[in-house]
């Protein structure tokens, strides 16, 4: 076995809010598409409602909550 470490994204869900991945080179969506990550911090949305699916665009905040 080797001591190497394999770097990985830090990810913090946001209560009522997105998930918040740090570290990340690309997202994969649910269709399969992969998209490509440029910034240190992203948010995934997690309401299924963002018009950027996988991106969180606020939605979240007008969508009564279940």
Known sequence: MSDET???PD???QPHGPALVRGA???QAE???VHAVERP???LCRCEKSSRLPW???T???VPRR
């Open 6 to 8: 394999y770097p990985h």
């Open 11 to 13: 990810v913090v869900l």
């Open 25 to 27: 080179t690309s997202v």
């Open 31 to 33: 269709d399969g598409t």
């Open 41 to 43: 911090v992203v948010a």
């Open 56 to 58: 969180c665009d606020g």
């Open 60 to 62: 979240h905040k007008v």
